[in-house]
């Protein structure tokens, strides 16, 4: 059952439909009209009644009191005949015709007056009265003339004065009935008027109505519309809040509004979203670019910074570059658990953060290595005092609950102005520095100077190198290994050499000193590793086995963890040629101040499936007991030991020390530079596996390297 509220909102005129509101107006008119005609027709129709009848009644008065008077006339005629009767002979039956006419006419009159007393008319009782005198005045006269002629002539005369008052009430009669149709033709006339003036005023009233019909239901129309239009115009310039009218209606304007207010809803929803997706683009680009522990900027977000800051810093400018090296971290780690190691690198975050200016840096580059870029303008910050200032912050207790935590650091500082060749130059110079430093037994830090090179190169020498890494002059060689035990194939140790275009094939001392020089050590050793995978690839899709490549990985290089990115990359890019790759290091990472971030960088490669090899063991200062720090595979003993078998004791000696120690790490030795039979089978019966040398082969390039692995393919095959 329907609520009476639901059915009276229904009825309501803003709740109608769009056409019946449209329709309304037309309807009101017609309807206005139509009553409007039926009234004036019900007037017309009133008024020619009312002149029809006020009409017939004036003619039948005026035929009554005209036929009164023509009675009266005829009475008035046989009576003067019948007194001129002896005069004019009447006799007998015309005398009888003539008192007939005159009882007839004197009977007609009578009608007539009855009659028209029957209409009510004014003057009808002094017509009746003066009729009456006049009829008794004639009897008489008849009489008279029939007793006496002469008398009866007398008494006609005389009787002509009642008929004269008779006649002169017929006519007032007549006069009378005109007056009364004149008044009645007024009244209707006017009736009429006031029917007219009532149309004209009814006809304006439902003008007025129609007009004000359309008005309200233009209104009713267009004034929610142009609301409606008016809201989205303000939805669509992002006023979101405004409200939306009309959403209570039920017809045609209710369901826009409805739509309007669910487009809101959606657009509300849309920008909801957008807040949401650009927050977590935000979010995303903020996570992209600053490191997740410290919140201070990762290696990409340096990097770019580091390459618009070197190109925009003006003449008079200088851009301060700080490598920092933390020291005696990892044992943090190792005692304490790693939510201490996270409280330290975000404490010394916070503090470089605290000693850097707006504009400048503080990134995080990897682990336990941050790097800081300062700005100064026309020497405004002296590189020397800064890095104190950050060994200072670097070096202070860092409070972890009831513990105090200290660290030490090596900081490498490198200044624009002293390091030609752009970022990349800048952050080489400032590796450099931070090795030096940490040649040191305690926490500093060194400033790079030209002399930390072991030699001075020029402009052209450092545009000789770029050219010869940008052209691909640097080459390959490949040195066999060799099974001592039957001389079969074991492997290749890839050799570096320049192709010069001038001066010929070049070994690397004659080209990495400049490399070192102009820190262009990281892509020199990066375009080797990736011709050298490049190269064990041709080598299986020649169908040949190549045993492997050994390559020479510097110091420096494992010394931070920013120098081993690419080559973790282009591992696990190529991670099926993993196994067949081995990276020959030198035992003085052992006592290197960065020792701790070379065995994690060492161990990093090694679980990639990298072989590790110590190279020229027992020439350097590492002692024996760091071998057990250290994931090694591979032994190399060194030429120098190799050449004193047979010539010198002590070298055969250790030796066989270094045998001893390889089998007890489960690691494989190779000789190196064997060159004659003797030394081959010395090393084979004290149990080295492997050596290398002239006595086998000499370095040779890829294609030699092919056909060398065609023959020891014959040769086994053959065998």
Not at 291 to 315: E, H, I, M, S, W
Not at 350 to 362: A, I, K
Not at 366 to 385: K, L, N, T, W
Not at 667 to 673: I, L, N, P
Request: hydrophobic content about 45%; some cysteine; aromatic content about 6%.
């Amino acid at each position: 059952m329907r609520r009476p509220d639901s059915l009276i909102g229904r009825l309501r005129f803003s709740n109608w439909p769009v056409t019946a509101k449209v329709m309304a107006a037309p309807l009101v008119s017609l309807i206005a009209l139509a009553a409007m005609t039926v009234l004036a027709w019900q007037a017309l129709t009133t008024q020619r009644v009312a002149i029809i009848t006020n009409l017939s009644r004036l003619e039948a008065v005026l035929d009554r009191a005209y036929e009164v008077s023509h009675h009266l006339a005829s009475v008035e005629a046989n009576l003067y005949k019948l007194s001129m009767w002896s005069e004019i002979g009447v006799r007998g039956a015309e005398l009888e015709g003539t008192l007939r006419s005159i009882n007839y006419g004197l009977e007609r009159a009578a009608t007539d007056i009855a009659m028209l007393e029957g209409a009510e008319l004014e003057g009808v009782d002094k017509l009746r009265e003066a009729f009456g005198i006049y009829r008794q005045n004639t009897s008489q006269a008849v009489l008279l003339i029939l007793r006496n002629a002469t008398l009866g002539a007398v008494a006609t005369r005389g009787g002509h004065k009642t008929y004269a008052e008779v006649e002169a009430q017929a006519q007032a009669l007549g006069s009378n009935a005109s007056e009364q149709f004149r008044q009645a033709t007024e009244e209707a006339a006017a009736t009429s008027d006031r029917l007219i003036r009532n149309f004209v005023i009814l006809s304006l009233l439902g003008a007025f109505v129609a007009v004000a019909a359309s008005i309200a239901a233009s209104r009713a129309i267009i004034r929610p519309v142009t609301g409606l239009v008016r809201t989205i115009r303000a939805l669509l310039q992002g006023d979101l809040a405004t409200p939306v009218p009309h959403t209570a209606r039920r017809d045609e304007i209710g369901s826009i509004a409805v739509s309007v207010q669910e487009l809101q809803r959606a657009l509300v929803s849309n920008r909801e979203l957008a807040q949401e997706r650009e927050q977590k683009q935000a979010e995303l680009e903020f996570i992209a670019a600053h490191d997740g522990l410290t919140g201070v900027a990762n290696r990409k977000a340096f990097d770019a910074y580091l390459d618009k800051a070197a190109q925009a810093v003006g003449p008079d400018g200088e851009l301060i570059f700080l490598l920092v090296d933390l020291d005696s971290f990892k044992p943090i780690n190792d005692a304490y658990g790693h939510e201490a190691g996270d409280t330290v690198l975000k404490v010394l975050a916070q503090r470089y953060r605290n000693l850097v200016r707006p504009g400048d840096m503080v990134a995080r580059l990897g682990g336990d290595e941050f790097a800081i870029v300062i700005v100064s303008q026309e020497g405004s910050r002296d590189p020397e005092h800064f890095a104190k200032r950050v060994l200072e912050a670097t070096v202070n207790p860092v409070r972890h609950g009831p513990r105090e935590l200290r660290v030490g650091a090596s900081i490498g500082v490198a200044g624009s102005q002293s390091v030609p060749g752009g970022a990349q130059a800048l952050m080489g110079a400032a590796d450099r520095a931070m090795y030096v430093a940490k040649q040191e037994k305690r926490p500093s830090y060194a400033v790079y100077s030209p002399q930390m090179a072991p030699q001075r190169y020029g402009l052209e020498d450092k545009e000789e190198i770029e050219r010869a890494l940008r052209e691909g002059e640097f080459v390959l060689h490949y040195q066999p290994k060799v099974a001592l035990a039957d001389n079969g194939h074991a492997g290749f140790e890839a050799l570096a050499r320049w192709r010069h275009p001038q001066r010929g094939l070049l070994t690397p001392d004659k080209f990495l000193p400049r490399i070192d020089s102009f820190g262009l050590q990281a892509d020199f050793t990066m375009q080797m590793a990736r011709q050298a995978v490049a190269d064990l690839k041709r080598f299986g899709e020649l169908g040949l086995d190549s045993g492997g490549v050994s390559l020479n990985l510097e110091e420096s290089m494992l010394a931070t963890r920013s120098g081993m990115d690419e080559l973790r990359r282009l591992v696990m890019e190529n991670q099926p040629l993993a196994r067949l790759i081995t990276l020959e290091i030198t035992e003085d990472v052992f006592i290197a101040r960065a020792a701790e971030t070379i065995r994690d960088n060492v161990d990093m490669l090694a679980a990639l499936g990298i072989r590790i090899s110590m190279d020229d063991f027992g020439t350097g200062y590492g002692s024996f007991k760091h071998l057990r720090e250290f994931t090694i595979h591979e032994l190399k003993i060194d030429c120098e030991f190799v050449h004193g078998i047979g010539r010198d004791r002590s070298a055969e000696v250790i030796i066989d020390g270094f045998l001893a120690i390889a089998s007890g790490l489960g690691a494989v030795v190779v000789a190196e530079g064997i060159e004659t039979r003797a030394q081959a089978r010395y090393l084979l019966q004290r149990g080295c596996q492997f050596g290398q040398g002239f006595l086998f082969c000499r370095p040779i390039p890829f294609e030699a390297a092919v056909e060398y692995l065609n023959e020891q393919q014959t040769r086994s095959c053959a065998g």
